[in-house]
């Protein structure tokens, strides 16, 4: 029985989070295409360069894509994943709504906000891009949509904790199913994260935006923007790791090689993704070098989590291709179904997320962060993490998931067959062109980064760099365009019948049985996590309150900008 | 709890990588003594930058017989000095230079491009980097932190010149 048959309530609030998540990707998609040809020049569809409309473009490319995208993704997928592994449906189907409406509601707000400044006659603006900055300040709305946003995920994060207690009474002594777990120590890992987010956005940004207080301090804004910065990116990799643990070994034939392994990686994630956001600020001045020691040390063991996840990954799909009859050390990996787009695009996505990982472990070192730090380099990387590991993970998840969400099978099998492979050969062009111009500074966040004087790559040519950027963000734009095509197909078209796709997942080779009942006590882990926090943030914070919390900036509204424009 | 035999091998392997990582540059900063951006330049009131003596009149200073000072101001969307109109920052060569900058607006980033001297400019803070300079040669610097509409404008020079062709008055101020 389809999902969408059996909880037909729950399915709809999936339809809606992946419609907006969809929606949203394929915007930021246009967005990025037009910053791709812009910055290396081959085509300005937004004006020339002192125009400020290549950072509307900029901050609506990173909100769309990182904020509202793989933020949607991740809760319509952690409802399917909760109440399919729970077997039972979400306690209140209000709370649901309000949850639903309210980040919904959230994301049009902000988007106004930032769509505002292609209108001069409108007085909105937000050319801060997503890490909005102080003084940098956007029109109140930015702010005050991205609040109804998080508070929307923290309600959700209620409703999934809230009917698992319910599962807990009625089962008592049974170890939490694994989807169920990922779930619910991510949700408490959000919590605690967005502590920092909140105090900067409910404390700071929006009294400061309505102009209720004149002045706040930039180095703590930054720094309580990191608290939540660096565990954001687990927030978005992790429904990828849910599709790589729990759908891709049955995906390639096999099933996954260890539950317990799985388990220690999630908390491992709920203990270090937050006490190691000050790695973001290795290069600021005024946080000493012992804090930024401490981020570092958490931050190395952080790539612990995801090397283990290659091996279990590497070995749930190696079982499955020898399942299906392959031998040999590397002949298994010609029998796993590459003609599947659900499978071959999270293969794919966990081949690039390894690369991905290995520029990360250079970003994490304090010493050689200085010779990339705010180059190229950096999106780069999350363009392989982030723009790659999740987000091609989540298209290959849809393939598997919409049509259980909707009773349609799939429509236009070809064209999907061959998304995933397009979609890895832009991004290895453009990513590794991104890589390379980082290495001779040439800087992210500009709309053309040509100065008086030249750049000395160390083989190659600026312009042999630049048209691989170019040609890689063609490709990457045509495989959306085919990804969102053949949703939209399967979803709109067609009829219902009643098993479009095998969902069933079968058991890890490993069981929870083979590890200890610690793992699944939730409120000690979330305990550790707090207390991690509390150790890696108490003295920085207080060091750099120290300076008067309401002090040390002036205010640069992007917003009055443009209201100038009109007088 | 089971853990495969070669799952085993690669989790003593990966917690090696991050002991190495770690290590590596515990090294280079206690044995090297290779210093990190941190908090030595201080606090600044950002509405009084240009009163401060240090950024009143953004120079090129003589400090050692081989050692100099930079006081720098970055702003949107110039360096002073460093950029047109102020003219490039000049130094002599085989030095050891010490650059403070500090911002009087939005955040900005510092990097000599081609290097690793790569900073962030807080509002409200000093930024101090020490960096030694052979050779004559010229190198480009930019902004490399998102500063407003004309982010893209910011950029400028360091010239590394010849003893000979140095003297106090260059580099200095607008």
């Known amino acids: 029985m389809a999902y969408v048959d059996k909880r037909p309530l729950e399915a709809r609030v999936v339809r809606v989070a992946f419609g907006a998540a969809f929606l949203f990707l394929g915007l930021g998609g246009i967005g990025g295409l037009i910053q791709a040809l812009h910055r290396t020049g081959y085509y300005r569809f937004i004006g020339e360069v002192t125009d400020g409309n290549y950072y509307t473009v900029l901050t609506s490319h990173g909100v769309f894509m990182v904020l509202f995208f793989t933020i949607f993704f991740l809760v319509g997928i952690f409802t399917w994943a909760l109440t399919r592994s729970l077997d039972r449906d979400l306690n209140n189907p209000r709370v649901t709504k309000y949850w639903i409406t309210s980040m919904c509601f959230g994301a049009l707000l902000t988007s106004a906000a930032i769509i505002g400044g292609f209108f001069n006659a409108l007085p909105l603006k937000a050319n801060v891009l997503y890490t909005m900055y102080a003084p940098l300040q956007a029109h109140p709305l930015y702010y005050i949509g991205l609040t109804l946003f998080v508070t929307g995920t923290w309600v959700a994060g209620y409703d999934w904790i809230s009917t698992y207690l319910r599962w807990r009474s009625d089962n008592p002594g049974e170890r939490i199913p694994l989807m169920a777990f990922m779930v619910l120590t991510t949700a408490l890992m959000w919590y605690i994260t967005t502590i920092g987010i909140a105090a900067e956005v409910l404390l700071f940004l929006i009294p ?10 930039p180095t703590l804004t930054r720094t309580l923007f990191w608290f939540f910065g660096h565990a954001v990116v687990y927030f978005w990799l992790i429904p990828a790791y849910l599709l790589w643990y ?9 099933r996954l090689f260890s539950d317990p392994l799985a388990r220690v990686v999630f908390i491992l994630f709920l203990l270090l993704s937050t006490p190691v956001g000050i790695h973001h600020q290795y290069l600021d001045p005024g946080i000493p070098e012992g804090f930024k020691f401490v981020a570092m040390t958490n931050t190395m063991f952080l790539l612990l989590p995801s090397l283990l996840t290659a091996f279990t990954v590497v070995a749930s799909i190696e079982h499955g291709g020898r399942q299906r009859g392959g031998s040999g050390y590397l002949g298994w990996l010609r029998a796993l179904p590459w003609k599947n787009p659900a499978f071959s695009g999270m293969a794919l996505a966990g081949v690039m997320f390894a690369a991905g990982g290995f520029s990360g472990m250079i970003n994490a070192g304090m010493n050689i962060n200085y010779l990339i730090h705010n180059t190229l380099w950096v ?13 091609l993970t989540f298209m290959a998840g849809a393939y598997w998931l919409v049509p259980q969400l909707t009773g349609k099978k799939l429509v236009s099998k070809r064209l999907a067959a061959v998304q995933p492979f397009i979609w890895f050969i832009g991004m290895t062009l453009m990513s590794n062109a991104m ?14 980064p040509t100065y008086s004087f030249d750049y000395s790559p160390a083989f190659g040519t600026v312009g042999e760099i630049n048209s691989q950027i170019a040609i890689g963000g063609v490709l990457l734009t045509v495989s959306l365009g085919i990804f969102l095509y053949v949703i939209v197909r399967t979803w709109f078209g067609g009829s219902r019948v009643e098993n479009p796709v095998d969902s069933e997942l079968p058991p890890a080779l490993s069981g929870p049985e083979h590890s200890p009942r610690i793992l699944d006590n939730l409120k000690l882990w979330a305990g550790i996590a707090v207390l991690l926090v509390i150790l890696a943030y108490a003295v920085p914070i207080g060091y750099i309150a120290a300076d008067g919390i309401y002090s040390g900036s002036g205010t640069y509204p992007t917003f009055i900008e443009a209201l100038e424009v009109l007088i | 709890m089971d853990i495969h035999r070669f799952e085993k091998g690669w989790l003593v392997a990966s917690l090696a990588l991050i002991v190495l990582f770690i290590s590596t540059v515990a090294y280079v900063s206690a044995v090297t003594g290779v210093d990190m951006v941190d908090d030595s330049g201080g606090s600044i009131d950002v509405d009084n930058v240009t009163e401060d003596d240090r950024f009143s009149d953004p120079r090129v200073e003589q400090v050692g017989e081989n050692e100099y000072d930079v006081y720098m101001v970055a702003q949107q969307f110039v360096f002073r000095p460093g950029s047109e109109p102020f003219g490039p920052v000049r130094v002599p060569e085989n030095s050891t230079v010490n650059f403070y900058i500090t911002s009087q607006d939005v955040v900005h980033g510092f990097q000599i491009v081609g290097t690793n001297v790569n900073v962030m400019v807080v509002p409200g803070k000093v930024s101090e980097i020490t960096v030694e300079f052979d050779e004559p040669a010229e190198y480009g610097i930019l902004c490399n932190e998102y500063c407003g509409s004309g982010h893209a404008e910011m950029g400028g020079n360091v010239e590394v010149v010849a003893r000979d062709e140095w003297n106090t008055t260059d580099g200095g101020g607008s």
């Open chain 1, 208 to 217: 400061w935006s309505l102009g209720l207080v004149n002045e706040i301090n």
């Open chain 1, 246 to 254: 729990a759908v891709l070994p049955k995906l390639s034939g096999g």
């Open chain 1, 379 to 391: 999106p780069g990387h999350f363009h392989l993490t982030v723009g790659t590991a999740s987000a």
């Open chain 1, 435 to 448: 890589h390379r111009a980082g290495l001779f500074s040439m800087p992210r966040r500009v709309s053309d």
